[in-house]
């Protein structure tokens, strides 16, 4: 059971399923990253804001797992999107990971209040795509009228949009968008922080299937086509929600988990979050 791989609108590929270290503490990041990388995942997903960054990139050298073999993605943290502070901050990411590449390099968030428009952000991040120091660049958090002006007004479209996505919020306006852009989408939170683990709907389909609820949600991502990392520091469960490619969901059962939807966000709206 290997992971498929997802070919970005660059020719880039990317693992569709990755290992997400928000809220793992810095010193905690080296060990968690090691066993993802003994259970088989080959996408770390991390961010500057996570200050974990320093682990990953110890992981990826004690691990003896060469820099191509993995998929290393950070983030720009708020407060550095100003052209030179976004060029500064990458610098400072690769310098932290000790890389000299980031095979993909996000937005954060798109800050629409701020004084910094995220179109002149962008321009900072088609540079070092163009300089070859990220691979890929992509953004995070932004809604559909942020995809339309960033298409409009700048040559390099995202190769992903990083957004929540999960059974309580499909988000699939956003992810409508980013398809019709050609844009992947990442789906953040997949699992809602277990917020949805104890759904009926969720608990009755994986005792049909003799898979976890983590298992079937995991699942419903990756059939719709998205590209998920989810998050947990119990190796346990870093194998349990690896194991994904060995069934497979009934349309009957996508469009039941799919129903489930209701708005319900775990984190901030990117329209107000500033
Ligand atoms: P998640 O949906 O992956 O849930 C993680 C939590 O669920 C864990 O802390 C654990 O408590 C529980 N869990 C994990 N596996 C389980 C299992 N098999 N059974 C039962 N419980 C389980 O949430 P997340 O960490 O918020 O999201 C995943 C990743 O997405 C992050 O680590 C980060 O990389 C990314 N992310 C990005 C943004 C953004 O703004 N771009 C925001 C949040 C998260």
Redesign the pocket.
């Known amino acids: 059971s290997t992971v498929p791989t997802i070919s970005l609108n660059n020719g880039v590929s990317i693992p569709q399923l990755g290992f997400?270290?928000?809220?793992?503490p810095p010193e905690d990041t080296k060990e968690a990253t090691l066993t993802a990388f003994e259970v088989g995942y080959r996408h770390i997903?991390?961010?500057e804001m996570?200050r974990n960054e320093r682990g990953v990139g110890e992981a990826l050298r004690e691990s003896g797992l060469d820099r191509s073999e993995v998929f290393v993605t950070s983030?720009l943290n708020n407060g550095f999107h100003a052209h030179d502070d976004a060029l500064a901050a990458f610098e400072e990411s690769l310098e932290v990971l000790g890389f000299d590449y980031l095979d993909l390099f996000?937005i954060?968030?798109p800050l629409p209040g701020i004084d910094v428009d995220f179109v002149e952000t962008w321009k900072a991040l088609e540079e070092v795509y163009r300089d070859g120091r990220a691979k890929a660049i992509g953004v995070?958090?932004f809604q559909a009228n942020h995809i339309r002006r960033l298409v409009q007004e700048t040559e390099i479209v995202p190769a992903v949009n990083?957004i929540?996505v999960?059974p309580y919020l499909t988000n699939d306006d956003v992810r409508a968008v980013n398809a019709e852009h050609g844009i992947a989408t990442e789906a953040?939170?997949?699992?809602?922080?277990?917020l949805v683990?104890d759904d009926p709907v969720i608990t009755g389909i994986a005792k049909a299937h003799d898979k976890?609820?983590?298992?079937v949600v995991l699942r419903w991502h990756v059939q719709r086509g998205d590209i998920v990392?989810?998050?947990?520091?119990?190796r346990s469960?870093v194998e349990?929600?690896f194991h994904l490619f060995d069934f497979e969901l009934s349309d009957s059962d996508l469009g039941l988990i799919t129903a489930l939807d209701k708005g319900q966000r775990?984190?901030p709206n990117p329209d107000e979050f500033n």
């Open positions: 997400g270290v928000y809220q793992v997903d991390t961010a996570y983030k996000l954060h968030w995070s958090n990083q929540e999960h953040w939170s997949p699992i809602a922080q277990g683990l976890t609820p983590a298992q990392f989810p998050k947990s520091v119990t469960r349990e929600n775990t984190g």
